[in-house]
Nanobody, 124 residues
């Protein structure tokens, strides 16, 4: 079983940047796909970005495309989410998730491992 631990959240002004980290421990595999989701108060959890450990392919939600970048460090078993040009509507709890497949997916129900979440707040 894999354990995921997020870090890097915080408070930032609009237009600023943050980098989130997701460290994977326990039984991990290069066959996992890892994604970031976010959930704002009163809203459903939504897909942000995903990356395949094996092939390095990436996929982004339209709302973050061009502003956010997902990447991985295989040696550190860590996935990153670089967030630039942040907007107040990016405010949410950000979750890291992994699924037992190298293929990436934007669907939360296909991910079985989840981190505890990290708060990102963007002030206007």
């Amino acid at each position: 079983q894999a354990q995921l631990v997020e870090s890097g959240g915080g408070l930032v002004q609009a237009g600023g940047s943050l980098r989130l980290s997701c460290a994977a421990g326990g039984r991990t595999s290069n066959n996992y796909a890892t994604a970031w989701f976010r959930q704002a108060p009163g809203k459903d959890r939504e897909f942000v970005a995903a990356i395949s450990w094996r092939i390095g392919g990436t996929y982004y939600a339209d709302s973050v495309k061009g502003r956010f970048t997902i990447s991985r460090d295989n040696a550190k078993n860590t996935v990153y989410l670089q967030m630039n040009s942040l907007k107040p509507e990016d405010t949410a709890v950000y979750y890291c998730a992994a699924r037992l497949s190298w293929a990436i997916s934007p669907h939360a129900y296909e991910y079985i491992y989840w981190g505890q979440g990290t708060q990102v707040t963007v002030s206007s």
